[in-house]
């Protein structure tokens, strides 16, 4: 079975530094991994996917995560954060399912002081 | 963006009565998905649709049904609304239904059910 654990319910940052939201998995089979984020008030935006290719993914604004299977962790950086990247960040997993089920990580909002 | 929409996007009912959720999509995807999103919980697969009244359960599927009798529509039915269905509730569609499955969102549906 998958699981997601995001590390972090809550992190705040001010603009200009870096960004790390934290996320560790548990998968049986090799993963993918996908980052959402959600703005307030807002349907899901996909952020970047791991798909077994290049072990660093970019996505877009600036994001981009390393899978790190020693380490069971998918963690999504930024080298400095926008006022715009104030969000809700999830962390999901699709594991060698029928149906491409997805599991969600609990999130972790991320707020950006000026 | 993708082209999926949601209707109605707010409702209020009250326990007891029945409520139907519709998603619509104009990509003519298989692969249709409900969620539904609470505080602290990520976002929870309710039940999905592989094709034309092909579906099944989620995680959190009791007292919830659905229905696909087109590609284009998915319908999430609560037969009797209760408080605990209070949710934002979100619909996804794909257009492969395997582990690289990525999957876009609409803009949800606010429920409450008093």
């Known amino acids: 079975a998958q699981s997601v654990t995001q590390l972090d319910s809550h992190v705040s940052v001010s603009e200009g530094t870096p960004v790390l939201l934290r996320c560790n998995y548990s998968?049986?089979?090799?993963?993918?991994l996908f980052w959402y984020v959600q703005h307030p008030n807002k349907g899901l935006q996909l952020l970047l996917k791991y798909t077994s290719a290049a072990t660093l993914v970019k996505g877009i604004n600036g994001f981009e995560a390393e899978f790190k299977k020693s380490e069971t962790s998918f963690h999504l950086t930024k080298p400095s954060a926008h006022m715009s990247d104030a969000a809700e960040y999830f962390c999901?997993?699709?594991?060698?399912?029928?149906?491409?089920?997805?599991?969600f990580g609990q999130g972790t909002e991320l707020s950006v002081k000026p | 963006d993708a082209g999926i929409t949601q209707s109605p996007r707010h409702k209020v009912t009250e326990t007891g009565t029945p409520v139907t959720l519709r998603c619509h999509q104009t990509e003519n995807h298989r692969y249709m998905y409900w969620y539904r999103q609470d505080p602290g919980h990520g976002l929870r697969l309710i039940h999905y649709s592989y094709g034309v009244k092909d579906t099944d359960k989620g995680e959190v599927s009791d007292g919830y049904s659905v229905s696909r009798s087109k590609t284009e529509d998915f319908l999430l039915t609560l037969e009797s609304a209760t408080s605990s269905q209070t949710s934002v509730y979100f619909c996804a569609i794909a257009g492969r239904g395997d582990y690289n499955n990525e999957q876009f969102f609409g803009p949800g549906t606010r429920l409450t059910v008093l």
């Open positions: 999901v997993v699709s594991g060698n399912n029928q149906g491409g089920k997805l599991i």
């Open positions: 998968s049986s089979y090799s993963p993918s």
